[in-house]
């Protein structure tokens, strides 16, 4: 599959692009299920303009493990060119086995990726050993480095911290994100950072991004940055400068937000959300569904009250 992915400029570091907000994109399609470049490139320039520092494509929210080879490279084609350089662009390779995630890696390289998004194998059984496997042949697949994953809702074997803080010693390894949900681990994850500072810590789960930050994360990776990327860089700002009464406002705010997640199945949920602020048009892969009449407008009532798009 060629490369048309221009060679592009850096405006960025790896010291200051982690520590703030990097949004897991969503990737919007057209009515016939191919990826929308327009589309992207409105959502890039939404997702920057709201004071993001990265962007993560091919994750969860961007429905990685549903897209095809080809699908997957032309939505992060489209992202690399619309970021212009401005942050670095981090690919998702989530998927079941170590060969297709390599593969994976390699056309994300030659896409224009600037780093890779790894989390652990799944569909058969796995263990310490065969995670860590899975994270080094990927890393000796190419150049780039890599961001963990920890999100085991998904893959169904979570990424013990021991496991992490080994890795770590690769300098290649840059943090882990962490959307597992669980806060003790997530208190591990932290302690890694004792010894080697530059690992960074992100809170992938929106619950728990005020906590998180103010107990030293360095950032933050929210589906719901998507459409709402100013709410989040607000609190990132707010934790920064330790405002903790500006901390629990917001954090009750995206607290009550979240529940836009539990009108049916939450990625349809999270891509209707960002139709009615005008991004994209809320259709999924199959075989998943776009949200219902009845839930998108109980997600337009939502939306309403924190004031993302106007009343009905």
């Avoid at 789960?205 to 990327?229: C, I, K, Q, R, T």
Wanted: hydrophobic fraction near 45%.
């Amino acid at each position: 599959m060629p490369n048309s992915t221009p060679k592009r400029s850096r405006s960025w570091s790896w010291e200051t692009a982690l520590c703030g907000v990097i949004p897991p994109m969503i990737s919007p399609l057209t009515p016939a299920g191919e990826p929308d470049g327009p589309a992207i490139v409105k959502l890039v320039k939404h997702i920057l303009g709201g004071g993001c520092t990265g962007l993560f494509a091919l994750g969860g929210c961007g429905e990685g493990a549903y897209l095809t080879p080809r699908q997957r490279a032309e939505v992060l084609r489209a992202a690399v060119r619309a970021t212009s350089g401005r942050v670095p662009v981090l690919a998702g390779t989530m998927l079941p086995g170590t060969g297709p995630a390599v593969e994976a890696a390699r056309q994300a390289a030659d896409d224009g990726a600037d780093a890779l998004v790894v989390g652990s194998p799944y569909y058969y059984p796995v263990d310490d050993g065969m995670q860590r496997r899975h994270v080094e042949a990927i890393l000796a697949a190419g150049p780039l480095p890599v961001l963990l994953y920890n999100i085991p809702q998904a893959t169904h074997h979570p990424i013990a911290p021991s496991l992490a803080a080994a890795l770590a010693e690769e300098p290649r390894i840059l943090g882990i994100k962490d959307s597992a949900g669980d806060f003790e681990a997530f208190q591990a994850f932290l302690r890694i950072k004792e010894k080697r500072p530059a690992f960074c810590v992100l809170q992938g789960h929106e619950a728990y991004a005020a906590a998180s930050l103010l107990l030293g994360s360095d950032g933050l990776v929210p589906g719901m940055a998507n459409f709402a990327p100013a709410r989040f860089v607000e609190l990132h700002r707010a934790a920064v400068t330790d405002d903790v009464a500006t901390c629990t406002r917001l954090q009750t705010a995206i607290t009550d937000l979240e529940t836009l997640h539990v009108q049916g199945h939450w990625l349809p949920a999270l891509k209707a959300a960002c139709a009615l602020c005008g991004l994209g048009n809320g259709i999924p892969s199959p075989p998943l569904l776009p949200a219902s009449g009845t839930d998108r407008e109980a997600i337009r009532a939502i939306l309403a009250r924190h004031r993302l798009i106007p009343s009905p």
